[in-house]
């Protein structure tokens, strides 16, 4: 039984302000030990509960927050950018039997830590066939394509509640409780590993392979907090500008949603001015 964990930072251990997980600052090297933890943690119960095999793909920023050489030996650790898939890479090669998101958070326009959707603060609502769609809700619909079922949310409350949208049979476990978007109540590291490790145990009997989801529509619409951003993104072909912040585009399939929502996050990126955004 082969696992996949998609690492993200924002919903880890501890984590509750943008210093905490921006690659170079202090708090971000006093954090990774936390990111690392929680993962451990998860391989840990994976291996308890039947899993032969875990790969752990990190999908935070750089992509190079996990500290390897504190992994659990028995992992192997996909790291750094670019990645086909970003978040989920790996899940696309027919031997991944289910997908554990660890560390994520709620998103963008949403109340929990560290809330968003790819982009910090760009981006301010992202939607897909009119149903709100965070990183989770994106990712797990390219896990369907697929046929790997998400078996395991760990993040703050509000990630944990927004897990039922797209994975309702998944094990969660809330790391932390939301207070606002900088401020949580948050439980020790030996703590959440010990919830983590037992509940991803029990989640390893949901890691039965599914039959891919049929080819559907997907509608995204994404809303950004400047008009330019929303001039930018629809630079890229398929991609129409349907409001003064707003763009649109449709997909066939989830993975050339996310690809396409990839590049039009690209685009606003490039777009952003210092201070003014």
């Not at 030996?73 to 790996?90: I, Q």
């Not at 554990?100 to 809330?115: D, I, P, Q, S, W």
């Not at 932390?176 to 919830?195: F, G, I, W």
């Amino acid at each position: 039984m082969k696992i996949l964990i998609s690492a993200d930072m924002e919903g880890a251990t501890g984590v509750t302000w943008p210093a905490d997980v921006e690659p170079g600052t202090e708090q971000w090297q006093r954090c990774r030990a936390m990111f690392t933890s929680d993962v451990n943690a998860a391989v840990a119960g994976l291996f308890d509960g039947g899993a032969t095999e875990v790969l752990i793909n990190e999908a935070h920023s750089s992509m190079r927050n996990l500290l390897l050489e504190s992994l659990d030996e028995r992992a192997a650790l996909l790291t750094g950018r670019h990645k086909d898939l970003s978040m989920v890479e790996g899940i696309q090669h027919g031997d991944v039997d289910g997908v554990a998101f660890v560390g994520y958070h709620a998103g963008a326009g949403t109340e929990g830590v560290l809330a968003h959707t790819y982009l910090a603060n760009s981006i301010t609502s992202v939607t897909v066939n009119g149903e709100p769609a965070s990183e989770g809700w994106l990712n797990a619909r390219v896990a369907e394509q697929f046929g790997v079922p998400v078996i395991l949310v760990t993040g703050d409350d509000r990630a944990c509640g927004d897990a039922v949208s797209y994975a309702p049979a998944a094990r969660t476990v809330a790391v932390k409780r939301c207070v606002s978007r900088y401020a949580a109540v948050c439980l020790p590291p030996a703590v959440t590993a010990r919830d983590i490790t037992a509940a991803a145990a029990t989640a390893t009997a949901l890691a039965v392979r599914q039959s891919p989801a049929p080819a559907s529509a997907f509608r995204v619409s994404v809303d950004v907090d400047a008009a330019q951003l929303a001039l930018a993104a629809a630079i890229v072909p398929g991609v129409e500008r349907t409001g003064v912040r707003t763009v649109g585009y449709q997909a066939g399939t989830a993975t050339e949603m996310i690809r396409c929502f990839k590049t039009v996050c690209t685009m606003i990126s490039a777009a952003i001015e210092a201070n003014y955004g």
